[in-house]
Structure formats: C-alpha cells, structure tokens
C-alpha cells in the first residue's frame, strides 16, 4: 500500500499533544509527511518547534509559519510556552515567512486527489487556504481535523479550544466541501489520556524524547496527564477502525456569546463524519506500537 500523503498545520507549543502528534507522524512507515505549517501566537517558534522533531526524525521537511492571529476574534493564545526547552533541541532558527499557504497550496496542486490535510490547531491557516483558493477543497484527498464537541447527549457543551480561537475560519472550513471531512472532537478525545508519571516511563523512543522535554514544560504548569487530541486525530489517517464514526452536518456558531460552539446534526446524507466513541486501549497500543517500533529505538 503506498504511504499516506499528508500535510500537517498544527500551534505545536500550546498543550504537549501537538509535539507528539508530530512524533508520531515522523514515526509511521506508512506516513509521507509533505509539509508542516504553524498557526496562531509565535508561529516562529512553534515552527522551530517542529524543525526540532524533524531534526531527531533526521528528516527534511519544509516548514513554515502561518498566521499568528484569528481572522476576527481577538488572539487568545498569544505564546507558546513549550519553547522554552528549544535551547536543548537542535533546531532551524530562521523560517521564510508568509509562505504557509503557498507551500499548502502548492503541495495540494502538485498531488491532486492524494492528499490528506490533517489540521489540529485553530483552523486560520486552513479557511486562508479555502479563500484564498476556492479549488482546493476538492483536491484533496481528506481533510482531518481535531476539532469541535460533537457529543449528542448535550447540544450546549461549550466550544472546544481549537473551534473556539478562530470561530469564524471554523465556519468556512466546515463550509468547504472536501470529498471527505472527519473531525475527531473534545467528546472523544477525552478519554484517552497517561498520567504524568507513566508518560515519562513509556515515552522511551528517540522521536519521543523533544516531546517529552517539551511535555515537562506543560507538567510544570500544573497539567497532570497528557491528553491525546491530536494524535488520535493523526492516526485515523491510518487506524480509522480505533473509532467509530458518524455522518451528518456540523454548524459552527460565530455568534460572540456561543463563538465556536459545534452543533451536530446526524444523517446519513451528511457532508461530515465525527468520531463518536474510541478504543482507547487498542489506540494507546498502536501508538505505542508506532513509536517504539521506528528506527533507532533501543527502549
């Protein structure tokens, strides 16, 4: 089976599942990462972030930052304290900037119909891609997103971090119609988490070891788990029966009082698929499974 092309756009340097997304990512055999963009505050750093990985990884892939702010909204996520630990990562410094919508943009077109566009940030860079290309959508291959609160059983849950930074790029880019759009929500993604402690003794591979400095920065801050959004989202590319799913429609609000706020509509018929449950064990063992089994791990 040939390897999954995928380009990813992620705020690596928020909360720690970004950089262990990317590790992941980095790790697959099956996984042709084409290109990185970053978005949202200090999108610099965030690709440095990444360049980081990337340079554990021994790989060479074009990296550039996108948009540091929502397209409307005042910027709710103006730093990306993880940056901190760069100093005991090589890393590149300098980034051409204002091309991560080009090099999205040109990738897709280079690669028609093959291309998986996995977004697990705020959506900006994504809905400027739509905009500013209107014939992008349906050249893709999938869009995946880790995105939204789906869960039926309260239509009033409050916007989940990613839906609620850039309401209105949320908007647009469930708007698009790609031949196929999944979203991994905050419902699901929940329930697939490791303690502090066990993440510093299973995170053994090579390609883990940025991720987890970066991680003790986001421990240090008083979270006590590692939450994985973002990698769950990163491996139904590849393992899409560790969730179940469901097709329907999903409206965004961009009212200010509910900005972001998901609503999802059931049907067989829909332009959208959301993840509605997960086997977390069987995920964490294919994540582990991943990892520890890629080049140069001695764990």
């Not at 970053?38 to 690709?47: K, L, Y």
């Not at 074009?62 to 100093?87: E, M, T, Y």
């Not at 008083?222 to 409206?251: Q, S, W, Y």
Request: glycine residues 6%; charged residues 20%; hydrophobic residues 45%.
């Amino acid at each position: 089976m040939a390897a999954a092309k995928v380009l990813l756009d992620t705020d690596i340097g928020s909360d720690i599942d970004d950089a262990v997304a990317l590790a992941y990512l980095l790790a697959h055999p099956d996984c042709d990462l084409l290109g990185i963009t970053t978005v949202s505050g200090e999108a610099v750093e965030r690709a440095r972030m990444a360049s980081a990985l990337c340079r554990v990884a021994g790989v060479d892939i074009p990296i550039r930052p996108g948009a540091p702010s929502p397209l409307l909204v005042p910027q709710r996520q103006p730093f990306a304290p993880q940056a901190a630990a760069l100093a005991r990562w090589e890393h590149q410094h300098d980034f051409e900037t204002g091309g991560a919508i080009e090099l999205m943009r040109a990738t897709i077109r280079a690669n028609p119909g093959e291309v998986t566009l996995l977004a697990i940030g705020p959506l900006t860079n994504v809905a400027l891609l739509f905009a500013v290309d209107p014939e992008i959508p349906a050249m893709l291959r999938s869009l995946v997103l880790m995105c939204g609160r789906y869960s039926t059983r309260d239509l009033r849950s409050p916007a989940e971090w990613n839906a609620m930074l850039d309401p209105h790029a949320t908007e647009l880019v469930f708007r698009a119609r790609p031949p196929m759009v999944r979203a991994v929500g905050l419902d699901v993604t929940l329930q697939v988490t490791l303690p502090a402690e066990e993440v510093r003794s299973r995170f053994t591979a090579p390609l883990l070891a940025p991720a987890l400095d970066f991680a003790e920065v986001w421990f240090d801050a008083g979270a006590p788990v590692i939450t994985f959004h973002d990698p769950l989202a990163a491996a139904t590319i590849f393992e899409p029966e560790i969730c179940g799913f469901e097709r329907g429609m999903v409206e965004v609000e961009v009212d200010p009082h509910q900005a972001g706020v998901t609503h999802w509509h059931a049907g067989a018929d829909g332009a959208h698929e959301v993840a509605v449950s997960v086997d977390a064990h069987r995920y964490l063992r294919h994540f582990f499974d991943v990892l520890d089994g890629a080049p140069g791990h001695r764990g």
